[in-house]
């Protein structure tokens, strides 16, 4: 019975993944494009995870309306030639080398368009770490080690961003003011809380919402060590106003819920949609997750059994070891614990874009049987939580 709980929990992930994959919000965000029947040239620039995907759509219903493309998304998603579009990787959370190779070349192939061109801008999870140009006065080892920090305290998506974007050439509307006069259209997957247009990639077609002085509240809040370049630049406001852009939200983590809501009852379980917007540690998200499982087979509250409770939103790592994992595994980990011994029920936490954390896995599945296999196969579950170390802690459960 637990098999089948199991893979009811992974079908109702699969779906709900497949109702918002890259490709379809793609084509029909370009239904309403205006520039589809415009007589200007058409840009691509894609960023991000998805950026591939995203791009091979808009390639296909583009076709010779689209005059280049420049891709840029992580290690080992490019899948493929999309025509003689130029298809770049780069590193991912941390920017590297590559990084600011790729994005010259985005740079490059906006510059010189008129007001009647456009640039399609495709923007995915992970567009921060895969699109950069240090500010003047600034290089990459800067950014590097500020993202390091951020990344190590459990600062959350929007907290760093508001820092990432004030040490970069291209993020807070930049790149938008960079490709002017031409229009950016902007088809954005959003990955961020409150789908906040500034915050996604560090918005770079999008002004910036955040001040300097919300900049160094995050500073002081997790004690940064920042060199002095790096503290001029966060006193510096950035861009309020573009006017050369419009944004659609192709996707976020609301429609992703709401089709698991959808398979979830296709299934016949009753559901709950909890929340969006959780927003707290990993571990934390496990633990409590766990807490409903048993208030629920205990009690029948807040839903009776067989029951789907969904939760969406973004967690975050305070990377305390050197193990290897991602904040969905985590939660799956730190769940396993709360859930030993319960009859007919299953954790699963997943990374909509497939990727979780620096890893090949897209996130973690626990049951009531998983903190029993673990200590058989020597797995010390709290070891391996203290040591961020859920994507071996889970593999040894697993073999």
């Not at 003689?84 to 990787?89: L, Q, V």
């Not at 950014?143 to 959350?156: E, H, M, N, R, Y």
């Not at 709401?258 to 296709?266: D, F, Q």
């Not at 059994?305 to 973004?314: D, I, R």
Request: aromatic share 4%; hydrophobic share 45%.
């Amino acid at each position: 019975m637990t098999d089948m709980v199991r893979e009811d929990a992974l079908t109702i992930a699969r779906e709900a993944i497949a109702a918002v994959l890259p490709e379809a919000a793609v084509r029909e965000a370009l239904k309403r494009a205006p520039f589809m029947t415009g007589a200007g040239r058409v840009v691509l620039v894609a960023i991000g995870k998805a950026a591939w995907r995203m791009a091979k759509a808009a390639a296909e219903i583009l076709g010779e309306r689209c005059d280049r493309g420049v891709v840029i998304t992580k290690y080992h998603h490019n899948m493929g030639p999309i025509g003689d579009f130029e298809i770049h990787e780069a590193g991912h959370p941390i920017p590297d080398d590559n990084t600011v190779r790729a994005t010259e070349r985005a740079l490059a192939a906006v510059e010189g368009l008129k007001k009647e061109d456009t640039v399609l801008f495709l923007v995915s999870g992970g567009g921060s770490a895969l699109f950069e140009r240090p500010r003047e006065g600034l290089n990459l080892s800067d950014i590097v080690s500020v993202t390091d920090q951020l990344l190590a305290c459990g600062a959350d998506i929007v907290e760093i961003n508001m820092i990432r974007k004030r040490l970069s050439a291209v993020k807070a509307g930049r790149f938008a003011v960079l490709a002017s006069p031409a229009s950016v259209y902007a088809i954005v997957l959003s990955d961020v809380l409150g789908d906040r247009l500034d915050s996604i990639a560090s918005g770079p077609a999008h002004p910036d919402a955040s001040t300097a002085e919300d900049a160094l509240r995050v500073v002081a809040k997790y004690g940064l060590d920042l060199p002095e370049q790096v503290r001029r630049a966060l006193d510096e406001e950035t861009p309020k106003t573009v006017d050369n852009v419009t944004s659609v939200i192709a996707g976020s983590v609301g429609a992703l819920c709401h089709a698991a809501l959808a398979a979830a009852e296709r299934l016949g379980y009753r559901t709950l949609l909890l929340t969006t917007t959780l927003n707290c540690e990993a571990r934390e998200a496990g633990s409590f997750i766990a807490s409903m499982a048993r208030e629920i087979r205990s009690s029948g509250n807040p839903v009776a059994p067989p029951c789907a409770v969904l939760l969406g939103g973004e967690t975050v790592v305070h990377l305390k070891g050197k193990g290897r994992g991602g904040r969905n595994q985590e939660i799956a980990l730190a769940a396993a614990k709360g859930i030993a011994g319960l009859p007919r029920t299953a954790v699963l936490s997943v990374g909509s874009d497939g990727t979780d954390g620096p890893t090949d896995a897209a996130g973690g599945i626990v049951d009531g049987e998983t903190a029993r296999l673990l200590a058989g196969a020597g797995v010390d579950l709290e070891k391996s939580l203290a040591d961020n170390d859920s994507y071996h802690a889970r593999a040894a459960g697993s073999s």
